[in-house]
């Protein structure tokens, strides 16, 4: 091919100046086997949180998971860990899930919710068969946004649940529709 015919051919293809895209390798998150394994370790912790059939003492418990949890991916990050930060994210996010999210398909509405699980002897039952489910789904979501966030660079204290709430709640819901089972499997 002459230096004209090439010249045509490059004009053809670019009317302009040709410049060299360089494109990024995507960041990789070095720490996320372990970030994973210590999620799947706390949703086991969770889902025996869930079993205990005392009322307050089930969701002391459950958080206590959770701020154990966000410690150990703080340290894994090396995000500095901050108690009360970390008490006001965990709250604001089981917050922004709703109480139809925590009644999930079980039931559509939180205060039958509320009532099954307050009735005698069938409560306890009712609790035992859908607290641990919820505990497990909430505890993956909250270890898999909190990866996310440390992953990028994010504390505690630059933690924004109000921005996290959509990844939070899709986290949630694919826990709970890939059930306990899975969703640690994929942790």
């Not at 966030?149 to 933690?159: E, I, K, N, P, Q």
Request: aromatic share 10%; proline share 4%.
């Amino acid at each position: 091919m002459t230096s004209e015919a090439k010249a045509k051919t490059q004009a053809a293809v670019s009317d302009g100046p040709v410049e060299e895209r360089i494109t990024p390798p995507p960041e990789t998150d070095i720490h996320s086997a372990a970030a994973d394994s210590v999620i799947r370790n706390n949703v086991y912790w969770s889902i025996g949180a869930g079993v205990i059939p005392l009322r307050f003492l089930d969701t002391a418990a459950l958080i206590a998971v959770q701020v154990k949890l966000l410690k150990e991916l703080g340290d894994l990050y090396g995000v500095p860990f901050k108690a009360n930060a970390v008490k006001s994210s965990v709250a604001a996010l089981l917050a922004g899930i709703g109480t139809t999210a925590i009644s999930g398909g079980i039931l559509s509405s939180g205060v039958a919710y509320g009532l099954l699980r307050n009735a005698p002897v069938f409560g306890t039952l009712f609790s035992l068969a859908t607290q641990p489910a919820f505990a497990a789904a909430f505890t993956y979501a909250v270890g898999k946004t909190f990866k996310r966030h440390f992953a990028s660079g994010g504390t505690f204290l630059s933690f924004n649940a109000k921005k996290a709430k959509d990844d939070f709640a899709a986290e949630f819901a694919e826990a709970k529709d890939k059930g306990i089972g899975a969703a640690t499997a994929a942790a």
